[in-house]
């Protein structure tokens, strides 16, 4: 069965630093969401992609963070120079259309000191 | 924006017995209303879903109802079982658009052999 795969699994940075996590969405899957889910607590959005641009975003999503889809497969979420509260694990998920079911990835936790 | 209330947070459960997560979401205009199970460090899995139209679903032990009018819906689990252990994280979005989901706070369910 097709999954969603993110990479690293684990990363730890130093605060100010760059990061970009990496996901692979489901190949024939359109729509791709980008969550973080800080210890213990709910799964929260960031933001939504579909056809090459953000179609959505939280409050959360400030100028720190973009997104990519660098060559068709990628899909790439970049925190420009991190804090500590962006220690959190961060899902992609991905979609084939807009009125159902998210799919997963494993996540990537990102740990900021 | 959307609100999802969640409760409660933990639930504890000898097997075999019924266990009931209830949900209260703040936008009349959401109707569409997934569960995600989550173990321990893996990814948030759909369980079951529902959408407006329709007021209950079952699948195997597990069964969600929805109360549009009163804005509630309910992840029912019966005959629980050691592997139920997780916590589940209830959903609700416009689906249309670009919707995105808005999760609930979760509950750790512990059934208990």
């Known amino acids: 069965e097709p999954e969603v795969t993110q990479t690293p699994s684990h990363q730890v940075t130093q605060m100010g630093q760059e990061v970009i996590l990496r996901c692979v969405p489901i190949?024939?899957?359109?729509?791709f969401y980008w969550y973080r889910q800080i210890l213990g607590q709910k799964v929260e959005f960031l933001v939504s992609f579909y056809n090459n641009e953000i179609s959505e975003k939280s409050e959360i999503f400030d100028d720190q963070f973009s997104v990519e889809r660098p060559d068709g497969s990628n899909f790439t979420l970049k925190i420009r120079s991190t804090k500590l509260e962006d220690s959190a694990m961060y899902f992609c998920a991905s979609s084939p259309h807009n009125t159902g079911e998210l799919f997963f990835g494993e996540g990537s936790r990102l740990t900021v000191l | 924006g959307e609100n999802v209330e969640q409760h409660p947070s933990t639930l504890s459960v000898q097997e075999g017995d019924s266990a009931v997560i209830k949900c209260t979401y703040s936008?009349?205009?959401?109707?569409?209303f997934p569960w995600y199970k989550q173990e321990l460090g893996k990814r948030p899995q759909l369980i079951i879903d529902?959408?407006?139209?329709?007021g209950e679903k079952k699948d195997q032990r597990i069964a969600v109802t929805l109360n549009k009018t009163a804005k509630h819906f309910s992840l029912h689990i019966t005959e629980t079982q050691p592997e139920d252990s997780a916590v589940y994280f209830c959903?609700?979005?416009?689906?249309?658009?670009?919707?995105?989901?808005?999760f609930g706070k979760g509950t750790m369910l512990l059934v208990s052999p």
């Open positions: 190949s024939n899957h359109l729509y």
């Open positions: 529902i959408r407006s139209n329709v």
């Open positions: 959903a609700a979005s416009q689906n249309s658009g670009y919707s995105t989901l808005t």
């Open positions: 936008d009349s205009a959401s109707n569409y």
